[in-house]
């Protein structure tokens, strides 16, 4: 089975070096048309660079279509003009994979609040502003396939990033709630959390694990998330060869009798409320309050109307 990518647009943002470039990449020689979007700077967000016109170049030079652009991921307005011109040239917008960030560590007692604003910024506004900006035209075709950029960070946490794992795990919960809108629109929303040697990662990884960690062994898991049968509402991590699956869970409820219901019957019951056995991963929030009713049920017998079951 070969995996093709012809007659399909993709926007990466992000594009100009490291993941980005190589999904751009391999998203061309599949046949896709690629918008390769990339502020360029450093890590931290500052400075400019061609690295966007670099990366279209080399596309070119392999017989694909690519255009750069330079479009700030934070202002609403140049995501809709990125979108509006992509939709000229070719006629539609069929996959977004949202990778531009930045990292600005600081343990959380010396990060500066502007610090935490413009990771969350980068990261999560502009993911969600990217993917708003393809929205309408992904419902209008029947067809969607959008990637978040998250991270182990996010999902358990790293010393020094609080901002970059408020910002990570914040991507995931808009996936989740995206991937319900769209599902009706064939819209696939999914989380990938990469481990990869890059300009953001550079002084993170000693010299032989940031070989190791090459961006290019993250490239299989984030296009199989962007191709046309690929899943929606995954959380898959990659790095160095090696993939795994992630899963927001939740236990049994333990449902407490209204005489118990005081701080101190919670603490005598903590033991049980905080097992982890019976986990599953529910598909929309609404499963919780389910979980509640169920458990209420197990113990009165009755439903939440107050007749028995």
């Not at 046309?228 to 927001?248: L, Q, R």
């Not at 979980?291 to 439903?303: F, P, R, S």
Request: proline content about 3%; some cysteine; overall charge negative.
């Amino acid at each position: 089975m070969t995996i093709s990518f012809k007659d399909k647009v993709a926007i990466v943002t992000g594009a100009g070096g490291g993941l980005g470039r190589e999904y751009a990449l391999e998203l061309a020689r599949r046949g896709a048309k690629v918008v390769v979007n990339d502020l360029g700077g450093s890590r931290d967000g500052t400075g400019h660079s061609d690295m966007a016109l670099q990366v279209v170049e080399e596309i070119e030079k392999a017989g694909g279509e690519a255009v750069s652009n330079g479009a700030s991921v934070t202002e609403y307005d140049q995501m809709e003009k990125m979108v509006a011109d992509a939709k000229q040239k070719w006629g539609g917008v069929h996959i977004l994979i949202n990778n531009a960030g930045v990292l600005r560590d600081k343990t959380f007692a010396k990060m500066e609040p502007e610090d935490f604003e413009f990771v969350v910024k980068v990261h999560l506004l502009g993911s969600a502003y990217a993917s708003k900006a393809c929205w309408e035209t992904m419902r209008e075709q029947s067809y969607g396939r959008i990637l978040m950029t998250a991270s182990s960070t996010g999902l358990f946490g790293n010393f020094g990033q609080a901002n970059y794992g408020a910002a990570k795990l914040g991507l995931v919960g808009l996936a989740k709630t995206l991937q319900l809108e769209g599902a009706k629109y064939n819209i696939k929303v999914n989380s990938l959390a990469p481990v990869a040697g890059t300009r953001m990662t550079e002084d993170l990884f000693p010299e032989e694990a940031f070989k190791l960690f090459d961006p290019v062994n993250v490239v299989p898991a984030a296009l199989y998330l962007v191709s046309e049968d690929a899943p929606s509402n995954a959380i898959v991590g990659a790095g160095a060869g090696g993939y795994h699956s992630a899963w927001v869970e939740m236990n049994e409820a333990v449902w407490l009798p209204e005489g118990e219901r005081t701080v101190e019957g919670f603490a005598a019951n903590w033991a049980k409320i905080s097992e982890e056995t019976n986990l599953h991963a529910p598909q929309s929030g609404a499963e919780q309050s389910g979980a509640i009713l169920q458990a209420m049920q197990k113990v009165t017998g009755t439903g939440p109307s107050g007749t028995r079951g």
